[in-house]
Each structure stands twice: as structure tokens, then as C-alpha cells.
């Protein structure tokens, strides 16, 4: 089972639509089991998949109050979310104080271990408790960032953060940071260059891929559907596709 993380502590970069994406990818062309996860008490992802809010929620299964066959929500024969609502919020502080904190995650992850290929976790966009028991229990993070100077200002502290962990996590590495939101007809110089500085530092860890603009991408959601079942002809469904191989590539 391989495990990703998507973090990112500035909000808008498309970090939801990529754990959605990346899971529909995964899981329909792949045809591999994979479960993706909603950590985020704002639970995006949840309704992205037109999930109503239940009274039980990903907080009860990482608090060991319910087992993940009671709460989680079958997309499809491959595709499985773990949903989220707004609870998670009053129940980060019990998580944070559990004698399990910061393997709470990774600790119920590994009972399932052989009923998924992949594991996808949506974090919040906070270097919160909640994102550090996703990096704890993750194989690889991954970073999706505009090309724009805030963006590039909070990708350095980020990746400082989990350099900081990865003392805890040794196993934890970084899979790949990647440019979304990406207009190729609009070619503004201070892009460019902030995605040039980009792949100086990061040299292979920037990937090749670019996730385009596409509001297919966005309607999407309001149907329940990951892209390549709403449109999988569309410039985002090519792309989250191509992200999928260029991941699967570095890893197996």
C-alpha cells in the first residue's frame, strides 16, 4: 500500500482537487483499490463527492471509536473516501492529546493495509496537528503550488517543515511538487520565472506535469463526480491522468 500525502498550507492552490483527481486517477486506470481520505474539517473533498455530513466521520475512526467499513463511502468497485464534516474541528485537540499523537493515523492505516493499493490524504491548509499525522503516516507527500510569490514564499517554509519531521518520519519523502491552476496562453514573465527558481532548487522533485485551468474541473465537483467521470476528454482530466503516470513512474 502506498500512501500520499497532498499538503499545502496556503488555501486555493488546489489541493482538494487534486486528492480527488489523483484518487479517480489511481483507481480508474489503474483499476487499483484506493481509498482517499478528508482530513480537513472543512470537508471540500467530502462534498466534491456530493457526500451529506454523517454523525460519525474520519475524527471517530482515528479516535478508535468506529472501524473504517462503518463510516467510509463507496464511490465505485476501486474508489473509497473516508469522509469528513465539521466535528473534526472539536475533535483535534482529543487527537492531538491521545498517547498515539503523531501515529494516529498511521497506527489505523496499518490494520487496512491489505484492502488498498493507495491512499490519498487531503490535509487542511494549516501545518496543523491534523497535517502532521498525515505526514507521519504517508510514503511520500506532494505539493501542489501556484506560480506566484506568496505560493513560492510558503512552499520554502513547507518544505522546511517537513525536512523537520522527516526526522520522525525517516520513511517520509517528498514525491513530487507540482504547478496548478497553470494558464500556458498567458505568459507572464514573473510566472516564468518563479517556476524556473522553482525546479533550480528542487530539480527532479518539480514535476513535469501541469495541472491547466478548466472549469470541467470545477463543475466536476458539483456533480459528485471525479473528473475522468464527469469529463474525461477534458484538459483537467488529461492532466490528472499525466500526473498519475509521472507519480507512478518515480515510485514503482
Known sequence: MFIFTVINNKGGVGKTTSAQNLGGAL???SKAKTLIIDLDPQSSLTKGFRISENERQVGDFLLNKVDIESIKFKYDDYLDIL???FDL??????I???PAFPFNLKSNLSKIKDAYNFVIIDCPPALSSLTRIAL???DFYLIPTQA???SYEGLRSLINFTNQLSAVNPSMKLGGVFATRFNPNIKK???QEIITSIKEQLKDKFLKTYI???IALTESQAKGKHIFDYNDSSNGAKDYHSLAKELLAKII
Not at 474541528?89 to 482529543?94: F, I, S, T
Open 189 to 191: 514573465r514573473f510566472s
Open 96 to 98: 492531538a492529546n491521545s
Open 136 to 138: 507521519m503516516a504517508c
Open 212 to 214: 491547466r485551468e478548466n
Open 89 to 94: 474541528l472539536n475533535q483535534e485537540q482529543m
Open 27 to 29: 483507481s480508474k486506470y
Open 83 to 85: 469522509p469528513s464534516s
Open 148 to 150: 506566484e510569490y506568496f
